[in-house]
Nanobody, 133 residues
């Protein structure tokens, strides 16, 4: 069974850093892309960043402003999202999700997939990030 379990959220002061974790199991990562999404209070869900298991390509949304870094620990089968210089607007529930990459595509070659959340078949329960002083 596919499982995605987020952790690492919590309360952090503006300007701080945070590393979120997504423990993945039940699927061959080399055929999938994993993305991070967030849902802020009163706002629509938005994609933040993704990584391709096929090629290692990564992509991030323009709204990330260069502060978000996605990475993978292959030994642990865990995908991380590191956020630097946290701002109050980063307050949201952060989700990781997985989608199988089309055979003719590489996955996460650009940020387009971050606007197609409906393509992601598997979702975690989310971890809450609150940025406040």
């Amino acid at each position: 069974q596919v499982r995605l379990v987020e952790s690492g959220g919590g309360l952090v002061q503006p300007g701080g850093s945070l590393r979120l974790s997504c423990a993945a199991s039940g699927f061959p990562f080399e055929f999938y892309a994993v993305g991070w999404f967030r849902q802020a209070p009163g706002k629509e869900r938005e994609g933040v960043s993704c990584i391709s298991g096929r090629t290692g390509h990564t992509a991030s949304a323009d709204s990330a402003e260069g502060r978000f870094t996605i990475s993978r620990d292959a030994d642990r089968n865990t995908i991380y999202l590191t956020i630097n210089n946290l701002k109050p607007d980063d307050t949201a529930i952060y989700y990781c999700a997985a989608t199988r990459i089309h055979p003719m595509r590489q996955g996460c070659t650009d940020s387009d997939s971050l606007g197609r959340a409906y393509e992601y078949d598997y979702w975690g329960q989310g971890t809450r990030v609150t940025v406040s002083s």
